[in-house]
C-alpha cells in the first residue's frame, strides 16, 4: 500500500492519502469485521426460533395497524 502524508510545518502528521483502491478494501475489510463482531453478539444471546409462517402473519398484522 502507498500511503503519503500530510504534515504541518512541524512534521507532525494530520492526514494520510492512500489510492482509493487501497481505500475501498479497507472499507469492506471493516465491513465485513463489524458483520462478524455482530453475528459473534447474536451468537451469545438467547436464540429464540419462531416459525417464518408466524413471523409473516406478525408482519402483515403490524402493517394493518400502522395503515
Not at 21 to 28: A, E, I, L, S, W
Not at 40 to 66: C, H, M, Y
Amino acid at each position: 500500500m502507498t500511503t503519503q502524508f500530510v504534515t504541518d510545518d512541524r512534521g507532525k502528521k494530520l492526514a494520510v492519502i492512500l489510492p482509493i483502491k487501497d481505500y475501498n478494501k479497507m472499507v469492506d475489510d471493516l465491513e465485513e469485521l463489524e458483520d462478524i463482531k455482530l453475528y459473534d453478539k447474536a451468537k451469545q444471546g438467547k436464540q429464540e426460533f419462531i416459525d417464518a409462517e408466524e413471523v409473516f402473519k406478525e408482519i402483515e398484522e403490524s402493517r394493518t395497524i400502522n395503515v
